[in-house]
């Protein structure tokens, strides 16, 4: 979000907190707390829920590529999460779609060479021409494993081998995600 429409949905956030509360608003106000923009009071003119719904378009335009909406395979239908694997609309299920867990260490790559996702394969059985779903990651994608190394690290003095899947299908922008997100403890597909 912008700084203008985060200046307006904390505005509306403490409006509807205060609405039934006049002496909470004058205490709020008092303090400095209800800020807004100018521009920030232009987007809510047409009023709150009109505001979110251009906020959440613009994401959604802007950002198409770096998003995930995570729908049911069956009718579409938005899941509750991005972690979902069942329809909450026709109850479809899609928990079996994965050949393993994986839980990511760190990224990184190699002047010249593959993106590494380093980690610890939790259960299952990974194989070159598998794919990583790194929508539970808050991405839009899904990119094949083109190498398996092995990656050896020292940790308390031990050493510990994680396991490195390759891939060159990611964008500059996923990479660097990626990379800020460091160890995701989170297991994903």
């Known amino acids: 979000m912008t700084r203008d429409e985060i200046s307006a949905l904390r505005y509306s956030q403490l409006e509807f907190k ?12 008092r303090n400095g707390k209800f800020v807004i923009t100018k521009k920030g009071r232009e987007l809510l003119k047409n009023g709150t829920e ?7 378009n613009r994401i ?11 729908k049911c395979p069956k009718c579409d239908f938005l899941a509750r999460t991005p972690q979902a694997r069942q329809c909450r609309n026709c109850g479809h299920k899609w928990h079996n779609i994965k050949v393993a867990d994986f839980r990511l260490n760190s990224s990184f790559q190699l002047t010249g060479k ?11 059985n990974v194989e070159i021409g598998n794919f990583v779903d790194l929508t539970l990651l808050g991405m839009n994608c899904k990119p094949k494993i083109e190498s398996i190394e092995f990656a050896l690290k ?4 031990q050493p510990i081998e994680d396991i490195a ?4 299908e990611l964008n500059e922008n996923q990479k660097d995600r990626l990379k800020r997100i460091g160890s995701f403890g989170t297991q994903f597909d």
């Not at 205060?18 to 106000?29: A, F, G, Q, V, Y």
């Open 154 to 157: 020292k940790e308390n003095g």
């Open 114 to 124: 593959k993106f590494y996702l380093v980690g610890k394969i939790v259960n299952g």
């Open 18 to 29: 205060t609405e039934n509360s006049p002496k909470m608003r004058n205490i709020l106000e």
């Open 60 to 70: 959604l335009e802007e950002r198409k590529d770096d998003l995930f909406l995570n």
């Open 165 to 168: 899947f390759g891939t060159s």
């Open 50 to 56: 009109n505001f979110r719904l251009n906020v959440a």
